[in-house]
């Protein structure tokens, strides 16, 4: 999720190492049909790739909880760190005919909450586990911490202080 997020700010915070790779070589790494090519050589990413972001960290975590509270496409949209940006759950077949599957109780379950494709197995939801009940559990903590953020009366501290209460 950070990855992702971090990728699709403008400017963009993280390079996509999987296109850099693919844009500037010839020689691709195949592991059962799935092409796991990626720039690896740190030392070198300087000169694909420069960041021109220049957003504090506070500021990046502010805009990081209200992209995944009120901006993220949930019902279409799948984080792609190999595209780097949101893709289509359309264009994954990751739709609504396609997202059932019986457990053990014989139990129709939704597999296809929240969608982030795995970089390298990209038939591979990374989101799976994430149903309903706990989908919302997660953007309500989204939604809670941009609330307390914009809380014009909390010191920094009395915000991460909130930020870190347990719900009982």
Request: charged share 30%.
């Amino acid at each position: 999720m950070i990855i992702h997020f971090l990728q699709i700010k403008e400017p963009p915070v993280l390079p996509n190492l999987q296109k850099i790779y693919l844009d500037n070589f010839i020689e691709y790494e195949y592991i059962d049909d799935f092409n796991v090519s990626f720039f690896e050589n740190i030392d070198e990413l300087h000169k694909y790739w420069n960041s021109k972001n220049n957003e504090s960290l506070g500021e990046l975590l502010v805009e990081f909880f209200k992209y995944y509270a009120n901006d993220f496409p949930y019902i279409t949209g799948v984080a792609s760190i190999r595209v780097g940006n949101i893709i289509t759950k359309e264009e994954k077949k990751w739709t609504r005919e396609h997202q059932f599957e019986i457990n053990k109780s014989n139990s129709v379950k939704d597999r296809y909450w929240f969608c982030v494709e795995d970089p390298f197995e990209i038939t591979h939801n990374l989101g799976r586990p994430v149903d309903r009940k706990s989908l919302f559990r997660i953007r309500g903590e989204f939604l809670k911490a941009v609330k307390i953020i914009n809380n014009k009366n909390l010191t920094a501290l009395q915000v991460l202080e909130k930020l870190l209460e347990k719900n009982i």
